[in-house]
């Protein structure tokens, strides 16, 4: 019998030319978006997101915003027999000319431009004369105008509302400051003043600013006003 002489099958081609297994992934069915991966963008919003996750759980108080509070931080005031939330980056601070609780934000040094207020509405404050809560929240944002702002004119955005909290129910009273010398724009502001109480003992909250820009609002100080307890 003649040898065969035809070539050796070459195992090496014959593996080239294997058929892919049928489960194997096909990317004929993918769009540009998806061949291409997630965008750049999409990647650093990520990352962005992991790192504030990280540092609100390493401190809290470095990223969340002023017109927030901290839950249990609060300053007992015991001349007023008020516990007062401490907004967060806010501090209880010095003797201030009217009543017996002054904050301000931190860094604020000397430059008081924006603070709040709080204390007993008791004789010796015009307002107090004053049964009616309206009227007499009204009578002392006119005082903090006056006596602590240092400032005269034209009030704008009027805002009235109800509050209540374990101390009792009243109103607060808000404007917006518009300075009659028109060279001083900048010396008006936001003033605000809440007068409430029960069983013939009232108290009082006010907030004044003249950065309006960069400082909480109205509905802000509403949520302080209601979250006030009494002390036990």
């Known amino acids: 019998m003649g040898s065969d002489d ?3 099958p070459d195992s090496s081609s014959a593996a080239d030319h294997t058929s892919a297994p049928v489960d194997a ?12 991966g997630p965008r750049t963008i999409h990647v650093a919003l990520a990352l962005l997101a992991a790192l ?7 401190d809290p108080e470095s990223v969340l915003p002023r017109d927030s509070t901290l839950h249990g931080a609060h300053h007992l005031d015991e001349e007023s ?7 967060v980056g806010w501090q209880v601070i010095g003797q201030p000319e009217i009543g017996s609780v002054q904050m301000a934000p931190v860094g604020s040094g ?41 400032v005269t004119g034209t009030r ?24 009659d010398d028109s060279e001083d724009a900048d010396a008006g502001g936001l003033v605000y003043a809440a007068v409430f109480g029960s069983e013939g003992r009232r108290w009082w909250v006010a907030y004044l600013t003249t950065a309006q820009q ?18 036990e």
Do not use: C, F
């Open 6 to 8: 035809s070539p050796a």
């Open 25 to 36: 992934a096909d990317a004929s069915h993918l769009t540009p978006e998806e061949k291409r």
């Open 52 to 58: 504030l996750l990280v540092a609100v759980a390493t």
């Open 81 to 87: 027999g008020l516990e007062i939330a401490v907004p």
């Open 110 to 150: 000397h430059a008081l431009d924006t603070r709040i207020l709080a204390g007993v509405l008791e004789p010796g404050i015009a307002a107090a004369a004053i049964t009616d809560d309206q009227g007499s929240a009204t009578a002392l944002a006119e005082t903090i105008q006056l006596y602590l702002m240092g």
């Open 156 to 179: 704008d955005e009027l805002r009235v509302s109800d509050v209540s909290n374990e101390a009792g129910s009243g109103a607060s009273v808000s404007y917006v400051l518009v300075p």
């Open 214 to 231: 960069s400082t909480p609002g109205t509905r802000w100080m509403d949520r302080i006003v209601s979250d006030i307890r009494l002390a």
